[in-house]
Each structure stands twice: as C-alpha cells, then as structure tokens.
C-alpha cells in the first residue's frame, strides 16, 4: 500500500462534506481561540493599557512635529491622525503575515498539532479560516480601540459614514491580501522551523516600508529605499486607508485608483496560498514531520 | 509531617560549598548565552528591528521642530535624543523583563522546577542571566550608537562621557531590577508573563520620555515620569552625551543619586516579595503549573 493510499483510507466519511459542515468548523475554529483569548482576563486589561499609552505616545510625539512640513509632504497637518491611522493599519499585519506560523509552532510545541491533524479532513482549510478570522476579530478589535482613543485624543478623522465604509472595505482588502502570505508561510512553516522569526522580521520591515510612523515622502531622498517601499502592498493599503480617513479622498481618484490597482494584483496569492500550504501539510504528513520541531 | 518540615529533610547543606558563587554567576550567564546563540535568526531579528527603528525616528526626525527638545535641556536634535531612547532600550527591557521572560519561559517547557530546586540560590541565576541581557544589551549599543552618528546625530564620544555611559548604564539596570525582580514574582503568582512585561515596558517607555521629552507632560502625569527611576537613567545619559559631561556634572550627580537611593531602597523590597511568593509557590506545588 503506497504512502497516498494508506492516507486515504484513514480519511472521514465524506457525507460531513459541505459548504454548511465548512462554516461550522470555521466557526469553531474562530470559537475555542475567542474563549482561549478571553479566558485571559488580566491580558485582556493589560492590551487595553498597551493601546492607550501606545496612543499616548504619539500624541505627545505630534507635539514636536511641524503640520507645515506635513503639509508640504502632501498630507493634513494632523500628526495625531496621521501616525494612529498607521499604528491601528499595522496591527492587522502581524495577525496576517506571521500569527499563523506562531500559532502553529503553539500547536507543534505543545504536542496537539498531531491531534488537529487527526482529526481534519480538508486539508486544515476550515481550521486556517478560523484562525484567519480569529485574527482578524482580534486585531480589529485594537484598531478601533487605538481610532477611538485616537479620536478621545482630538484626532481629525472623517466623520462621513460613506467614507468609512471605504475605509473598511480597503482594510478588507489589505488583510485578504497580507492573510495570503501568512497562510503560504505557515505551509512552509511546518517543514521550515526558523521562518518564524523570518515571518516578524518581514513585518517589521512591512511597518518600515509603508511609513506608519513617517511620511513615505521622507524616502524621495533615498530613492533605492523608497521604490523597495512601492513594491510592498502594505505601503498601498496604508496610503489608500489615510488618504480616505484623514482627507476624505474617494477611490475614484487617480492615484487612489493606482494604489487600489497594486493591491488587486496581489489578490491571486490567495489562491496560491492554500495550494502551497497542502502540498507542505502533504509532504509533512508524508516524512513524519508534523510534529517535530 | 508538616511542608516546612518535609521541604527541610530535603535540603542538604553540604554539598553547595564547592564551587565559587562568581563561578557559578558565570556558569549562568553562559547557559543563557548558549541558549541564545541557538536562535540565530532570532538575534537577526532582533538587530534588524532595532536598526529599522533608528531608521524610523531619523526620517521623523526630518519633520521635528527643535524648540520642546532645547527646552528640556537636550539640544537641538530630536534624532540624538530618539536614538539614545533607543540605544539603551534593550538595557531597559533587560532590567525590567528579562526575569519574567526566563520564569515565563522555564514554566513553558517544564524546566522551571528542575532549575529552581538546584542547591543554587535563585538569586544567583538571576544574576547570572542579568549578566548575559547586560553582554547582549552592550552589542546593540555598540552597533546603535556608530550608526546614528553616522546618519548624523550630534553625540559627544570620548573617554569620559563612554565611562560616564557605563557606570549610568549600569545604575540604570540595578535602579530598575528592583520592578523587574517584583515582576518576576508577578509570574510567578498570576502565571501570565508576556502582559505584565509587555505593560511594564509601555508604561515605562511612555513616562520616562523614551521618545519625547517629560516636560511635554501635564502636572499630574509628570508626577509619574517623576516616580519612575528610568527617568532619571534616561536624563543623565542624554545629558552626558549630548553635552559631553561626566559624573560630576550637578544634573547628572542628581540623577545618579535618585537612582542609587531606587537601587538601595528598592531591592531588599523586592527580594523580600519574590522570595515569599517562590516559597509559598515552592510549598504549594505550583513553582511549574502556568
């Protein structure tokens, strides 16, 4: 009996096939990680301190700053608004690019990745959704809680519903487009150990490249740094989600659109992710490796 | 048979005597050490961030008005003051972290208990691992520092003011472990490592002025800033090689004096908490339960 087939016939019955069966155990997925997460009262209150005095911050930083320099920079004069609008953008790329690998290597290291395995039947995909979801609920939840104590803070943000539900739209958009490679590279995580640490370093060099903190203007004096930032889809996404909150420009406009147009062609990796990640959870099922680390 | 009774029967007195406490200091520290150089994608990391951060505030430091900065007694530039903030950073995060993540870690792979019930006193490891963060801090800012000159910041280096640097960088460690030792010991109790640390370094960062300067702050957060002994760390430092000064500079022998009187008052404190909630951990069989 060859490796595949012996595979195949440890498989569940397929009658628990389904769209319906799929959205149920992306469901769970998302649930037992919420209940883990809330189970951590004190985590929880510590987070809600980390936020507020990440804020705090910046918003004493803005007081240094010069509005007339931002404004020759192309941006409002609001540095407040200006540096939260990245801080709350790039909590979601830490919980895209590298939360899968990090939640893996839990798994791995504390011996229950083997017993997910055994009980999965399509490929770890409703498992991953949830996951993805579950990153994505909990790094909302620190984005709106850093716009709030942002606007508490007087920060300038539109107030306009439409714009808003642009603004959401494109944190739809960046979040699909970062999951993907979080999702390839927790495939190549589970037969390469050391790209975690690979995965957190992108993510800072992410947060660099796409001017959370500084105006990507800064960079037309180092201009080999500032095209590497143009080819990072982050540095599109955070430009779209500004342009829209702080100066209230719609995606219609020309350069929104060129934004807009980088970030779209990133869009197939999500397919590609999910094909890379089996062919990893294959070949690790395969050598025997899923739960070495 | 009561626990005191059973944990004494344990104990064997004779066998501790051989080998020197300062060997046994170093022993740890090369454990850690070892344990480190392991991870070497990790220590990439940890270079390429900090770096990307010294990157980060230059290019800010482009739209900074200097006027707050002179005010607060730092010079006119905002990249010497943000990248002195972040050259001790891992002195900071060493001091007041570096303890819970060790508990943290040990309690996470179950090698806590066989650690902790070594005939070596913990405060032994401890220092030991002190030791090690204070070597690997060191490499950061012997890297941080060129560089920032480098890209410009106006920092006076010579003999003195590098002496000055390490006797401050070393009152800063001991004037902060005391909080680092009280978080340890918060590990220990609450099982939850990386929040308290994460909590610690914010809160510290954001009032002892890592990135601005205090007097940017209002009356009653100010009273906070002034509560911190990181503070003052930060203060003498920036002061020393901003301006060139040493130890008998007046600003910085005040400084130097709040945290000797931190260190003095302050570790026994601590020592006493963390060694009563060891015990009572030791006592009640939750020293590796996380």
Redesign the interface.
Known sequence: MSMDEFIESLKEDRKVRGTKSFLRRVIASWYYQIKIYVSYKMNLALEIIDIVLSALIYYYIGFLVSPEDLIKLGYSPDYIAFALSGIALSRYIWTSVARLAHKMRHEISGGTFESLATVDFDNFKSWLAGQVLYGFTWSSSVFIGTLLVGYLLGAKFSRNPLIWLQAVLIVILIVAVHSAIGVMAAGMYITHKQLETLLVLMTAVIEFFGGVIYPLALLWNYPILYYIALLIPFTHGLELFRRTIMDETWITDPEMLFHLGVLVAFLPLIYLSFKVYEHYLTVAKKKGLLSTY | MSVDVVIELFRDKKVSGNVSTIRKIFAAMIRRLKIRLN?K??M??DF??TI?MV??YF??S????PE??SKAGYGSS?FSFALIGIAISHYITASLRSLSLTIRLEQFYGTLESVLSTPTDFIILFLGDLMYFFFYSSIFLLIILPLGILLGAGLIINAGTLLTLLVLIVLLMISNLPIGVVSAAMVLK?K?GN??G??LT??N??FAGT??PVT??PDFLRVFSLALPLTYSLDAIRYSLIWGVGLLNERVLFDVAIMLIYSIVGYPIAVKIFRKIYDDARKTGKLGIY
């Open positions: 991870y994608t990790w990439i990391f390429a961030t990307f990157f980060t290019l800010l482009f739209i900074i008005l707050d900065i905002y609450f939850q929040p308290i994460w909590a914010w809160i960062q954001f990135f601005f940017l702050l």
